[in-house]
């Protein structure tokens, strides 16, 4: 037997002090084999070993939350006996290291979780942050993720229906790939990964085991250096054909009522599916590797239980269902093993060749997983200059502030998606919600990933807040009812007191948000050391969120879509201007306060617009967020073709009025009298609105005087990022 | 009219292609598995889009080989109706029912957008419920949708009036703008934009319905 030396536990990424935990706990030295083991388990990115304290803060329970954190993902009630499952995840590290496959597999497993719950994956939405354009890494870096996005869920017959793309210098060495899938299932066939009972058999499906992705895991939680890319054999080979295989097998297996439990095999494969089965189920699990179905020869013991080969599930069946199961499985022409069996004792077994290679307690890898109250320390949110030069004309900012790198339209990126196939994308990429409807019903889910990086890095609790109260009005913005959202927290080294205060900050800001606004978080996946050389990236805590149309044909879209109507903001204008787009983009300054949240604003001006939208008396709707009022305007009039005449009588201050990034407001337009209706009921109610102007022509035009085309707006959008990424424009540095 | 679409493994537009033939015809179409020797009796088998196989070869080559295909060529020598939208478009030239190739993108890259096409010929069983030159808005969703044929076949398919939809705004760069072809018996259309993802108005549109009341009034 291998010997345990200290560089060997230093090289599993264990601590002196865990490596101490772990001999009290076995009572000896472990075996290689449990070194591994422990080694993932006990892993940042698999124990939430710095942030499981502070998690449990958040908000995660209401009426409509069927599942909440700790599950494979979170399931929610959406009526008539249907339910919504989604979860999103990070698979950051791999993809700066091997952007197709690391953005491939990022999208494969994400979609594991959802369909091993029984659902069906409807639609995919992706959060990707990229260093700066400039960067001479970022273009391949963006093909490439783009690329393996699409090429995983084009073939899986997924939509890809929407996300959000940034750019700063922050991620120039660690880029942020977050992938969700929200899925459909019956609310009664919902399966989870409790491997109760004794005797019952564990089987293996899916793809053969091979040795890729061994420690990836631990990979993911430590921070790069200039060698990272010598990690490039720890990132896993996607196979999108083998797991839409896998995903018609697991369904056609969960129509009958054979399954006890199921997981797929992510993060540290068959160590973790295993261990997490037996230890929720309360029951003991014993492996026979000599029975995996194995891709490559003389894997040992070590490697199998450390692979993370793709397209892999471990189930347990009810016993005498095997033959059942594998019939399935054969259909379809997937690997099926009976691999072991649960047992009473609380024990993970592991044999290998007729020897014992491993044999743990179980609530040693999980509850018995260390658990840090890691020291942080506040900072002052950044205060600081929001000076600006009043004599910039506002039409020409806006103009550069549409075109720029943040702004610019994405289709570059969501043509490279298929947005439609399904057949139920209601609203493509492009609006503030996807839309995408229950199939066969009349009902939808309004889907959208958020989060504003610099804002969080200013104030990462205003940030975290933000966050949640940006996607609240997305979702609403369409004619949704927000229902509960999934987090993505990305930061950098949580051992540094300054990044754990914006961890914890952070949290606490997006637990505030979710509990005023009654969204509750229902799943989500941590993604810390996230940094390079000692440099950490934005605060980036993506939310993805989840809402309910109950009908369909009462929706809002950005576009304008009539000549006359009346042009009507909801919400306070106050011109905040600190860390805004136009103070970054137009004056060069990435400085100031973030912009204030007020939950109670938020929810009572939500609840008004989507009053209006469930009405059918609102079809045109978007939220003011990035780049202020002026730039929500003029993304109305070029998804419509329809232009615009706007203005305020007596304005001190254009430029903060048409550029500041004050929340909770929304940019509406109806016709004539039922503006005037609209108006007359929002001031009644206490709510701040105003009269913008009126739609009409092939213009925008200013206080009656300046002017600029649609068309000319619209190519300036739509113009940078297909020439940004032909690499014949050397971008400006953000 | 009874329909039936073939079942190939990752050929995942199979059940956008039975929802739009159930909404059309009224009546289920009979799924067929990819490892079945026979069809049922019925009047028009579709080859749906996806990736059939994992499109690990060339796209659609292993389909064309799957046991499946020699009861398709055997319906379609028997003068069945055959449409293969997309995938199934490279399945029905892999397999030599149709004439040329598609090859890769002229962008390289995927595709996935509404696209406007001219319906070029309409006496056909496909496209008698078009207008001639009518201007019609129906997505594409590919990588490999970029028609080759030599000059001679090209002029032959013009010449014939085989080219049923022509794109304007050619997304893929395929050979005279080509969208949609026909056999020389007339009875197999293959064509890389969706249909079946325009017959919902909730769902973008509506201008693939004709080509489901064209056939539908052909067969009944």
């Known amino acids: 037997m291998t010997a345990i030396t200290p560089e060997m536990v230093k090289d599993h990424g264990l601590s002196e002090s865990e490596y101490q935990k772990i001999l009290d706990l076995m009572g000896r030295t472990p075996t290689l084999v449990e070194l591994g083991v422990f080694s993932v388990m006990w892993s ?3 124990s939430y070993k710095s942030t499981r304290a502070h998690l ?37 590290h791999p993809s700066f290291i091997e952007p197709y496959q690391g953005a491939a597999t990022g999208v494969g497993g994400i979609m594991r979780d959802v ?46 229906v929407g996300g959000e793309v940034n750019f700063h210098k922050s991620y120039n060495g660690n ?20 491997a109760k009972g004794a005797g019952n058999p564990v089987v293996y499906i899916g793809s053969k085991t091979g040795r890729d992705g061994i420690h990836g895991a631990t990979m993911a939680s430590a921070e790069f250096d200039d060698a990272s890319e010598e990690k490039r054999p720890t990132v896993q080979v996607g196979d999108p054909f083998t797991e839409k295989l896998l995903l018609e097998a697991c369904l056609e297996l969960m129509a009958t009522d054979a399954i006890i439990a199921i997981q797929d095999m992510g993060a540290a494969g068959l160590t973790s599916s295993s261990a997490e089965m037996g230890d929720k189920g309360g029951s003991g699990i014993e492996l026979d590797l000599d029975k995996v179905p194995q891709r490559e020869a003389n894997m040992t013991a070590y490697e199998m239980m450390l692979s993370e080969s793709q397209e892999r599930m471990l189930a347990v069946l009810k016993p005498g269902r095997e033959a059942e199961a594998e019939a399935i499985f054969k259909k379809w022409e997937l690997d099926f093993a009976v691999i072991g069996v649960t047992t009473d004792t609380r024990r993970l077994v592991v044999k290998h060749k007729a020897e014992v290679v491993a044999d743990m307690p179980i609530t040693a890898l999980s509850d018995e997983a260390p658990v840090y109250e890691r020291p942080y320390q506040p900072r002052e949110p950044k205060g600081g200059d929001v000076s600006f030069d009043k004599s910039k004309s506002v039409l020409a900012s806006l103009k550069a502030i549409l075109a720029a790198p943040d702004m ?17 994308t209601v609203q493509h990429p492009g609006g503030d919600a996807a839309v995408v409807r229950v199939h066969g019903s009349s009902k939808a889910l309004a889907i959208t990933t958020d989060v504003t990086p610099r804002y969080a890095k200013a104030d990462p609790y205003q940030g975290g807040a933000q966050a949640v109260a940006e996607s609240y009005r997305n979702i609403t913005a369409v004619g949704g009812t927000p229902l509960a959202v999934t987090d993505n927290l990305n930061y950098g080294n949580p051992q540094k007191p300054e990044i754990m205060w914006e961890i914890v900050a952070g949290i606490d800001g997006i637990g505030a948000a979710c509990r005023a606004l009654d969204y509750p978080v229902i799943g989500g996946n941590c993604s810390l050391y996230n940094e390079t050389n000692g440099e950490g990236i934005l605060p980036t805590p993506a939310i993805g969120g989840v809402g309910l149309l109950k009908d369909v044909t009462k929706m809002a879209t950005v576009a304008f879509k009539r000549q006359g109507d009346v042009v009507i903001v909801i919400g306070e204008t106050k011109g905040h201007l600190g860390q805004s787009i136009y103070l970054r983009e137009i004056e060069g300054r990435e400085d100031g306060p973030a912009p204030r949240v007020d939950p109670a604003l938020e929810k009572k001006h939500g609840d008004f617009v989507r009053g209006l939208i469930e009405q059918s008396r609102v079809d045109t709707c978007h939220d003011v967020s990035d780049g202020g009022l002026l730039v929500a305007v003029a993304e109305m009039a070029i998804g419509g073709g329809i232009g615009a005449s706007i203005g305020v009588a007596g304005l001190p201050e254009p430029i903060p009025f048409w550029f500041g990034e004050d929340q909770a407001r929304y940019v509406i337009a109806a016709p004539f009298e039922e503006a005037d209706r609209i108006i007359e009921e929002a001031r009644a109610a206490y709510i701040s609105v105003a009269a913008l102007g009126k739609t009409g022509g092939d213009r925008l035009v200013l206080e009656d005087s300046n002017s600029v085309s649609i068309a000319a707006l619209k190519a300036a959008h739509e113009g940078w990022f297909p020439n940004f990424m032909s690499g014949e424009e050397i971008p400006m540095t953000n | 009219m009874k329909s039936a679409v073939i079942v190939f493994p990752a050929a995942n537009c199979d059940r956008d292609a039975k929802v739009a033939l159930e909404q059309m015809t009224g009546q289920a179409p009979a799924m067929v598995w990819h490892q ?104 594409v969703a590919h990588g490999e949708g970029n028609y080759y044929a030599d000059e001679e076949t090209l002029n032959r398919l013009e010449g014939e009036g085989r080219v049923v939809f022509r794109y304007k705004g050619n997304p893929n760069g395929s050979a005279r703008d080509i969208a949609g072809i026909l056999n020389d018996k007339r009875n197999v259309l293959g064509m890389m934009p969706h249909p079946e993802r325009v017959v919902d108005p909730v769902t973008g549109g509506t201008d693939g319905r004709a080509l489901f009341h064209s056939l539908i009034e052909t067969l009944s």
């Not at chain 1, 959406?78 to 950051?92: C, L, P, R, T, Y």
């Not at chain 1, 609310?187 to 990964?193: C, G, K, L, R, W």
């Not at chain 2, 199934?88 to 397999?95: K, N």
């Not at chain 2, 595709?111 to 019609?136: D, M």
């Open chain 1, 115 to 160: 369909f091993t719950m029984g659902a069906r994956p409807i639609a995919m939405m992706n959060a990707l942050r990229f260093g700066e354009p400039s960067h001479p890494k970022t273009r391949h870096l963006v093909s490439g993720v783009v690329s393996g996005i699409g090429g995983y869920g084009n073939c899986m017959g997924v939509p890809t």
């Open chain 1, 408 to 424: 610019a339209s994405r289709r570059w990126i969501w043509e490279q998606y298929d947005n439609s196939v399904m057949n139920d």
């Open chain 1, 44 to 46: 940042e990115h698999c």
């Open chain 1, 175 to 194: 880029i942020l790939v977050n992938a969700m899938c929200v899925g459909l299932a019956k609310a009664d066939n919902i399966f989870y990964s409790a």
């Open chain 2, 36 to 139: 079945d020797s026979e069809l049922p009796d019925v009047d028009l088998v579709v080859l749906p889009g996806g990736f059939s196989y994992g499109d690990y070869l060339r796209c659609g080559a292993m389909a064309s080989q799957s046991r499946v295909m020699q009861a398709v060529k055997a319906h379609a020598d028997k003068g069945g109706m055959v449409l293969g939208i997309c995938n199934g478009f490279q399945v029905l030239t892999e397999s030599g029912l149709l004439p040329g190739a598609l090859m890769r993108n002229a962008g390289l890259k995927f595709v996935c957008k509404p696209v406007t096409l001219s319906v070029e010929e309409t006496q056909n069983a496909f496209a008698r419920h078009y207008e001639k030159g009518q201007e019609i808005t129906v997505p």
């Open chain 1, 56 to 92: 449990k803060k958040l908000p995660t329970k209401a009426p409509w939350v069927l599942q909440g954190p700790g599950e494979n993902a979170g399931v929610i009630d959406i009526g008539d006996g249907d339910a919504a499952i989604f979860k999103m995840e990070s698979h950051n």
